[in-house]
C-alpha cells in the first residue's frame, strides 16, 4: 500500500438493495479477513454488482502514482494526460470523509459522502487510523 493510498481490502458483497432509486443500489460486504464491515451506495447503472462479487476498495488521499498532493488542481484535472491510480481502476469517486464514531472494543465507525453516495465503513481502530476527516478518493475493481 503506497502512502497515497489509506486504506485497501478485499470485500465479499454480502447483500444488494434496489429498492429506493432507479440507478443506485446500496451494497453490504464483508472483508476477506471478517473484520471489515461496509455498505456502500453506488451507481449500478456504471458499475454493476451482485451479491457474492468481491469487489477490491482503495482509499487515497490522491490519484498520482507518486503520491503527491492534487495542488489546487480540480479532481476532474488529476491524471488529464497522464497515467493515474484511476487508470487501474473501474470505479472511482471523489468525496469527504466527515465523521467517526467510537464502535464496540477496538472497533471504530467512519462515514464518507461522494456527492450524497454514502460509504460507511467499520473495523479496527488500528486498520483504519490512517483516515481523517479531509478529501478523499474511492477507487474499485472487480477481484
Known amino acids: 500500500m503506497a502512502d497515497s493510498q489509506l486504506f485497501e481490502e478485499t470485500f465479499s458483497i454480502t447483500s444488494l438493495n434496489a429498492q429506493k432509486y ?4 446500496r451494497i453490504s460486504g464483508t472483508s476477506s479477513s471478517n473484520e ?7 451507481n449500478t447503472e456504471l458499475y454493476p454488482c451482485a451479491v457474492g462479487d468481491r469487489i477490491h476498495l482503495v482509499l487515497a488521499s490522491t490519484l498520482s502514482l507518486d503520491g503527491t498532493k492534487d495542488d489546487g488542481k480540480g479532481w476532474r484535472d488529476v491524471g488529464r494526460g497522464e ?11 471523489h468525496g469527504k470523509i466527515y465523521r467517526f464514531e467510537e ?11 461522494f456527492g450524497g453516495l454514502l460509504l460507511y465503513l467499520e473495523g479496527p481502530y488500528k486498520r483504519l487510523t490512517p483516515l481523517r476527516i479531509d478529501y478523499i478518493y ?3 475493481k472487480k477481484s
Open 83 to 93: 497515467a493515474s491510480l484511476a487508470d487501474m481502476y473501474d470505479y472511482v469517486c
Open 36 to 42: 471489515t464491515f461496509l455498505t456502500l451506495d453506488i
Open 138 to 140: 474511492l477507487l474499485l
Open 103 to 113: 464502535g464496540d472494543g477496538e472497533m471504530i465507525k467512519i462515514f464518507i459522502s
Open 22 to 25: 432507479d440507478r443506485v443500489s
